[in-house]
């Protein structure tokens, strides 16, 4: 039986999730934007799922704009801020643990000559409010600090990052990745400040090609696309419904509380089952996102251990599921050695993982450590 512990590299779909774009596909596969019947159904598909995410986000509707996915909505955000305030600024700050939509976003943008300030995080992996006081000034025109780490699930304080923004005088737009953090924990685009917010469908039990950006009303960013009226011709093209309402549904499927405290259990019983290898040391903080822990095996490669682990249907991720064993930045910039960077395993949960789960997991790893470091030595 499989045990899957990957869900931060992605989720499975869920079933009603499946079934309304299945529904979006085949029956209702009308255009949102032809005048019939079939077009006005898909409209209402449309709008209904714009009005279930902009609910769970505590903003109005309009204020959601749909895009291809988590990195879509961080290039748009970025280059469409960026693009808009140019003229008040050079500069932008954004953290050096950034996902790579986002930091490799900001090196083309230091390609075409704007100074970007990567904030180092704290030993926890958090960015703190004084460097981003120190750093952010009258002519910062973008700050763009996600919400949750991906590989590690250290959270920043958004709110008082957008607090000190605004205080520094800045005229900055103020964009966080949420993509990790949306319907684990209770943001709210309201509560937190922030001007732009990137949201992704496949890391919340919906289909992989389909996540959203919030953009404050009043605040405006330029397209990058051309074409038709689309999306307030912020992001043209047919709209991708099936994945839409995909989206919608997984977004009313969420009990961000309900789940919280139960992979909070999860989380410590995983903790205390893996402090019993010898071996094993612990890269995410106690007050990290729950759904994350990554862990350091001495001794073994990240890849290998990996290998290993899915051979015995256990899946879990090396560093960052988008880094492809490349070493990880995030835990370089967190102050971890190398050694121990290069043998982390990110091990990340869902709503359906259980300690059976984690048993299996304890197990191999085990198994891995008596078998493999004598291969290695
Ligand atoms: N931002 C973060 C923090 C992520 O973890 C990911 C996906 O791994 C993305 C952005 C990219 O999202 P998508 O896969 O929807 O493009």
Redesign the pocket.
């Known amino acids: 039986m499989e045990h899957y512990l990957d869900n931060?590299?992605t989720t499975k779909v869920s079933r009603a999730a499946a079934e309304k774009a299945l529904e979006l596909m085949c029956e209702n596969y009308g255009n949102a934007s032809s005048l019939h019947s079939l077009g006005i159904k898909a409209e209402a598909e449309l709008e209904n799922s714009r009005k279930i995410i902009a609910k769970a986000l505590g903003c109005e509707s309009d204020e959601i704009y749909f895009t291809s996915?988590?990195?879509?909505a961080?290039n748009t955000a970025i280059f469409g801020a960026v693009k808009t305030l140019k003229r008040r600024g050079n500069k932008i700050v954004t953290s050096s643990v950034e996902?790579s939509?986002?930091l490799e976003a900001m090196k083309e943008l230091e390609n075409q000559g704007f100074e970007v300030i990567y904030l180092s995080p704290d030993e926890n992996g958090v960015i703190t409010a004084d460097k981003i006081k120190n750093a952010v000034d009258n002519k910062t025109i973008l700050v763009s600090i996600?919400t949750a780490?991906?590989e590690t699930g250290s959270i920043n304080d958004v709110s008082k990052i957008q607090k000190i923004v605004v205080n520094n005088n800045s005229p900055a737009l103020i964009h966080t990745?949420a993509?990790?953090a949306f319907g684990k924990i209770n943001i709210k685009t309201k509560k937190s400040g922030v001007d732009l917010m990137?949201i992704?469908?496949?890391?919340i039990h919906g289909p992989?090609g389909i996540?959203a950006l919030y953009i404050k009303k009043g605040k405006r960013i330029a397209p990058l696309h051309f074409g038709g009226e689309q999306e307030k011709k912020l992001r043209p093209g047919t709209e991708a419904l099936p994945l839409i309402g995909a989206l919608g549904v997984a977004v009313s499927e969420l009990e961000i509380e309900k789940n919280y405290e139960k992979i909070s259990a999860l989380n410590s019983y995983a903790k205390s089952r893996l402090s019993e290898i010898q071996g094993v040391s612990f890269n995410s903080k106690d007050d990290a996102l729950p759904y994350i822990i990554n862990i350091s095996v001495k001794g073994i490669r990240s890849e290998t251990m990996l290998h290993f682990l899915a051979q015995n249907e256990v899946y879990v991720s090396s560093g960052?599921?988008?880094a492809k064993g490349k070493p990880s930045h995030v835990l370089n910039a967190m102050g971890i050695d190398k050694d121990t960077a290069d043998s982390s395993i990110r091990i990340s949960f869902s709503k359906f993982n259980t300690e059976e789960d984690v048993d299996f997991l304890v197990k191999y790893i085990k198994q891995g450590l008596e078998t493999l470091v004598k291969k290695q030595y």
């Open positions: 931060s590299a996915g988590g990195t879509e961080n996902h939509s986002v996600m780490n991906n990745d993509v990790q990137t992704s469908a496949h890391k992989k996540g960052s599921a988008c």
